[in-house]
């Protein structure tokens, strides 16, 4: 055995940011390295991504997580033991063979992506490296271009809103402590704002305000007052960005904005959002039609794909064939990359490299069930992804993130380079 060959793989109950039981995976070298990850979890969920394995019953809701965490216990640790972990590739594709289900519920995707992130950290720190430069390798890398969330609505924000995240992008800033300067006082002057004007009635999900609208598009209006009050240029300094998520309110091909009262067609949908993209300073936009309106999406990539950047989730699911596809028939110019929804860190780098291959932008994500686990960020830079999407700029969950982007801004010193505004490419 070699000195990074897997000793143990160890998988333990830990909790996310909504309390709910997750996975978290220790893997053991031969050398001593450890490493260590946890499994995030979605609540709007594609239905072509990697399943988490979930007791059901009635303990923590149904939620427990015994069965995962007996496969990290059980079959992977008998399929890893004693591989290389350095053979990040090799490994992954140990897992999914041996789950060898299509969505990886045999193993669970929790398990399965909570023991790759960990192989990942393991052998970062057995070559005395942190993860991004492991992952990163010789390649360049810039530190990404943030998209962090004001407002929480739909999934999030028990669908007070029907948009989904109402964010802010930095795009004016020239470094990413400058970036998440400006975004905090665009998140302080939000807050003030809705508290004067009795719209404020909590925390979403991930982080950002639960408010209390008239309409969708009154949750705009106040993003573009946020920025204004903060002193900035809407813009110019920063610019808004939607997760529309609209499988969750799409039906027999038709939307139901609820807080609206709308009921729309495919047309009825895109002359909204293109009126949005009008009226305001939106720079990116996320899953504007449900998963399987395919005819919807490339015919609004067709009207506004030169204007602003139109993300692929739910879409594509982090799936390089998806994206190699949804790149051919011109869906799309921008893709999530959320590792858990592959299921193994081999298979989110590969949907990556897809994009880029495609000339697509890339937006490194985390979920809205998280935890203080900090993967996401080292990935986001070790993939030189250019953007990154975390949540709100509130909750440790959250915040553990984009501090530690501040140390690794800090630690590449003169070196450092943001990605800002120029990651946005639109075509």
Same mark, same amino acid.
Not at 91 to 117: C, E, W
Not at 328 to 337: K, R, S
């Given at each position: 055995?070699? %000195?990074?060959?897997?000793a ?25 390295a450890?490493?260590?990850?946890i499994?995030? !979890?979605?609540?709007?969920?594609g ?7 979930r ?8 939620? =427990? ?41 045999r193993?669970?995707?929790n ?11 393991? %052998? ?10 492991y992952?990163?390798?010789?390649q ?24 989904q =995240? ?40 991930e ?20 920025i ?20 969750e ?26 009126h ?18 395919v ?28 994206v190699? +596809?949804?790149?051919?028939g011109q ?21 990556? +490299? ?7 932008s890339?937006?490194? !994500?985390a ?9 996401i ?28 982007l ?22």
């Amino acid at each position: 055995m070699s %000195a990074t060959s897997i000793a143990r793989v160890h998988g333990r109950r830990v909790f996310d940011s909504r309390g709910r039981p997750t996975v978290e995976a220790q893997i053991e070298l031969q050398n001593g390295a450890i490493g260590r990850a946890i499994a995030p !979890s979605g609540a709007s969920r594609g239905s072509q991504e990697a399943v988490d394995l979930r007791d059901g019953g009635v303990r923590f809701g149904g939620h =427990d997580v015994t069965r995962a965490i007996g496969s990290v216990n059980g079959p992977i640790a008998a399929l890893l033991r004693g591989s290389d972990a350095l053979d990040q590739k090799g490994i992954d594709q140990q897992m999914i063979d041996g789950d060898a289900t299509p969505a990886k519920s045999r193993f669970g995707g929790n398990a399965i992506v909570a023991v790759s992130l960990a192989v990942a950290h393991a %052998a970062a720190a057995a070559q005395n490296m942190p993860l991004w430069r492991y992952v990163a390798g010789d390649q360049a890398v810039a530190l990404p271009l943030p998209e962090i969330q004001i407002f929480g609505g739909g999934a999030h924000a028990g669908r007070r809103i029907d948009i989904q =995240d109402l964010m802010v992008m930095p795009i004016g800033a020239e470094t990413l402590g400058a970036a998440l300067a400006m975004v905090a006082d665009i998140y302080r002057a939000a807050g003030t704002l809705m508290q004067e004007a009795g719209k404020l009635t909590g925390v979403a999900d991930e982080g950002g305000y639960w408010p209390v609208f008239e309409s969708n598009e009154d949750a705009l209006t106040m993003l573009v007052r946020a920025i204004e009050h903060a002193g900035l240029r809407p813009g110019v300094d920063a610019a808004l960005s939607l997760d529309i998520a609209a499988t969750e309110f799409s039906s027999n091909g038709r939307y139901r904005l609820a807080l609206d009262g709308r009921d729309l067609d495919r047309d009825g949908m895109a002359e909204l959002v293109l009126h949005w993209i009008e009226r305001f300073p939106i720079a990116s936009i996320e899953d504007p039609f449900a998963e399987d309106d395919v005819t919807g999406w490339r015919r609004f990539t067709a009207a506004a794909g030169s204007r602003v950047q139109i993300v692929g989730d739910d879409l594509l699911t982090t799936n390089a064939a998806r994206v190699a +596809e949804a790149a051919t028939g011109q869906l799309c110019n921008a893709v999530l990359i959320k590792p858990n929804q592959a299921g193994t860190l081999t298979e989110a780098h590969a949907a990556l +490299e897809a994009a880029q291959r495609a000339s697509l932008s890339a937006i490194v !994500s985390a979920r809205s069930g998280e935890s203080e686990d900090v993967s996401i960020a080292h990935l986001a830079v070790g993939w030189n992804a250019g953007q990154i999407k975390v949540g709100s700029f509130a909750r440790s969950e959250r915040m553990a993130k984009w501090n530690e982007l501040l140390r690794i801004e800090e630690a590449l010193g003169n070196d450092a380079r943001y990605a800002g505004g120029g990651a946005l490419r639109v075509r």
